[in-house]
């Protein structure tokens, strides 16, 4: 069984531009999960998507944005680029367990690098 | 802001012996799980256990969950080389995902051959 994918690997953009992410779930999964991994900081929530809407977001500004798909797949938008948002960003997706515990299962992340 | 803290945020050991990490956290939770990641590469999830738990094991890991001290423990025995990597414990408020997972900073071990 294939794993999260994302896409691209790695991404460098110039200071005010727009990034877009990529993520496929694993197959079945409906919920997507977007963290931001930026040195210092740690691992944060950014944004949860399930069953192609928007169900909630950490605290991050509105040009964190993004959707998902008919097919659960999802993007991840970040306008006007800062330099604070180049980080390691994971997509992951999740399938719901007895009892409502969630496993959340990683993609190998693509690192944004804004300069 | 962060939930959980790792304690230590480094650790080397010999090939062989085992490893103990922490993780405390603040508020109530429904399940804490422990990842782990490779030269800042994506997250392997490695156990969730459930605030009604106190122990699961998993081949060569075991955690334990002390809800009381809002606290828990990754002990990896008989370590390899390839378990060097960072560790992370994550904690679950919710059990659905609605908030995500509030992770800490990490405990980044080695393991010497």
């Known amino acids: 069984e294939a794993g999260v994918t994302q896409s691209p690997t790695h991404l460098i953009k110039t200071r005010g531009q727009q990034a877009t992410l990529r993520c496929s779930p694993i197959?079945?999964?409906?919920?997507v999960y977007w963290y931001q991994q930026a040195l210092g900081l740690g691992l944060q929530f950014l944004l949860w998507?399930?069953?192609?809407?928007?169900?909630n977001r950490g605290n991050f500004p509105p040009r964190f944005s993004g959707r998902q798909f008919p097919n659960y797949s999802s993007e991840l938008n970040v306008n006007a680029l800062e330099l604070e948002d180049s980080a390691l960003y994971l997509c992951a997706s999740s399938l719901a367990l007895t009892g409502l515990v969630y496993e959340q299962y990683f993609g190998p992340g693509t690192r944004l690098t804004v300069t | 802001s962060q939930q959980g803290e790792e304690d230590p945020q480094a650790l080397s050991i010999q090939e062989g012996e085992n490893a103990t990490m922490n993780c405390s956290y603040k508020?109530?939770?429904?399940?804490l799980q422990w990842y782990r990641q490779n030269s800042g590469r994506g997250l392997v999830h490695l156990i969730l256990?459930?605030?009604?738990?106190r122990e699961k094991h998993s081949g060569r890991l075991r955690v334990t969950l002390d809800t009381s001290k809002k606290s828990s423990s990754l002990l990896i025995t008989a370590s390899r080389a390839a378990d060097t990597a960072s560790y992370f414990c994550?904690?679950?408020?919710?059990?659905?995902?609605?908030?995500?997972?509030?992770f800490g900073k990490g405990t980044h071990l080695i393991i010497q051959p």
């Open positions: 197959s079945g999964h409906t919920s």
């Open positions: 508020t109530s939770i429904n399940n």
């Open positions: 998507y399930d069953e192609g809407e928007e169900r």
């Open positions: 256990i459930r605030s009604n738990e």
């Open positions: 994550a904690t679950d408020l919710t059990g659905g995902g609605a908030d995500g997972l509030t």
